[in-house]
């Protein structure tokens, strides 16, 4: 048994390396059950192995590190073994640009109707209903609707002259 043990041993120690990270390096958190990551994140199938980047603050011990945490993963303690993280290299991809998007109070976005590209009348149970097609401007481009001819002649009249 000793010596069974002894090999798988040394299989194990010829592809281990010897992590180290300093002080403010940051590094992703493993989601297992057995470090908690994955009971905090709520939904349980389509989590990510690894969440992050987090910068460590400082170590604790040979094999561990104190990681700064957000709000949202308060309930993990903040030190974690060694082979549960692995290391961030910053990448200028990975920042993702923002949207110049004004939301409004009620979270909608503000539309402006550009221009009219179609009419039609629908047949519904004996009425008639005039409908156009309309072309809105807005923060992601353009997008098309149909929407009641009489409400956007109300609306917005300059789109009929």
Known sequence: M?????????????????LEFQEGDH???????????????????LTPRFIGPYQITSRVGK??????????LS???????????????????HVIQMDDIQVRDN????????????HETKSLRGKEIDLVKVVWIGAVGESTTWELE????????ELFK
């Open 107 to 118: 979270l909608t976005v503000e539309t402006m109707p550009l221009r009219i590209e179609g």
């Open 27 to 45: 590094v992703f958190l493993r989601v297992t059950p057995t470090t908690g990551v994955g009971r905090a994140l709520k939904a349980k199938k």
């Open 150 to 157: 009489n409400r956007m002649r109300d609306s917005y009249p």
């Open 63 to 72: 094999v561990a590190y104190r990681v700064a945490l957000p709000p949202n």
């Open 75 to 93: 309930n993990l303690h903040e030190v974690f073994h060694v082979s549960q993280l692995r290391k961030y290299i910053s990448d200028p991809s």
């Open 2 to 18: 000793k010596i069974s043990q002894s090999m798988q041993k040394s299989y194990h120690d010829k592809r281990r390396k010897d």
